[in-house]
């Protein structure tokens, strides 16, 4: 099945800077496949939220929180990505302007024009390599962002925890790496609630399956390389899923950060250790 290039740019971009409704697959306690469309945020501005520090809560009590959070990491991965995603599509628009001489936003439009100069002409190996270089490397940063996002990631409903602004259904990934978003009840539209990440710590413990690390970082307020440190001395497991190449946690294994408390100490060492071995690094 060919599908022209400006179609896959078009829907490339939307993606990225507009947002776009996304079909998701989930499956409840009893492990029946339901199926539901949401409107998803565009890529970049999801990005852009992993990458900012929690929103202060309405309660008083948990004013500092936020001063305890403010110490977390922030997703430095999702930041990275995201000055990516600009970037690409910034040399997208100024190639295909150069290569058209048209100056529309809609980068679809663009390529349609390009695409048909090079179906037109015998030789024009410039053009269709500028097509091709376009849309592989719009698919690449597309392509991670969605793993960051965790939209890759089989989706889970959460046992006993419906939407509170609908009842409905809250889904997430079976790893935690993504936000956790309402599908609505059975049958009718999702109400568009979605809780981020970082607002989702105490869901995070009914999640059964092991998590990301992102969503570990979120878990105990501690950074990434605390989390591997804790894993190389034998505090916690790592375990690299062999099909993303990414790593995940069980969270029975993990403290969880306490609001308005300094961050959780270390898992204590493995019983087969030496007293000597046994120093809290903090
Ligand atoms: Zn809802």
């Given amino acids: 099945l060919y599908v022209p290039t400006s179609q896959v740019v078009h829907r490339l971009q939307t993606q990225l800077e507009q947002g776009w409704e996304e079909k998701i697959t989930w499956t409840d306690s009893e492990g029946i496949a339901h199926h539901d469309t949401v409107f998803q945020a565009s890529l970049l501005a999801q990005l ?50 150069r290569a058209t001489g048209l100056n529309t936003p809609s980068l679809g439009a663009q390529v349609a024009h390009l695409e ?14 500028i097509l091709n270089d376009i849309r592989s490397d719009l698919s690449s940063k597309v392509r991670s ?10 989706k889970v409903a959460l046992p006993d925890t ?23 009840p059975e049958g009718a539209a999702s109400c568009g609630k979605r809780y981020r990440r970082k607002e989702w710590v105490s869901l995070l413990e009914k999640i059964t399956s092991r998590i990301s690390t992102e969503a570990a970082c979120t878990y105990t307020g501690r950074s990434v390389p605390t989390l591997y440190r804790w894993a190389a001395e034998g505090r916690v497991g ?3 899923d062999p099909r ?11 403290p969880r950060a306490v609001p308005g408390q300094p961050p959780p100490l270390a898992p204590s060492l493995p019983t087969a250790r030496t007293p000597a071995d046994t120093a809290e690094q903090g």
């Fill in 238 to 240: 790592r375990r690299v």
């Fill in 116 to 129: 048909a100069y090079v179906l037109d002409s015998c030789s024009a190996t410039t053009e269709e390599q």
């Fill in 244 to 254: 993303t190449g990414r790593s995940t946690w069980d969270p029975s294994e993990l």
């Fill in 48 to 97: 852009q939220a992993e990458t900012v520090e929690p929103r202060a809560t309405t309660s008083s009590e948990n004013k500092n929180a936020n001063k305890a959070g403010s110490k977390a990491p922030g997703n430095t991965e999702a930041l990275h990505l995201h000055e990516e995603c600009v970037t690409a599509l910034k040399e997208a628009r100024s190639t295909l302007q």
């Fill in 145 to 154: 962002a969605r793993i960051v996002l965790g939209y890759d990631m089989p």
């Fill in 162 to 184: 419906p939407c509170d602004r609908c009842g409905g259904v809250l889904i997430v990934a079976k790893d935690a790496s993504s936000d956790v978003v309402c599908v609505g």
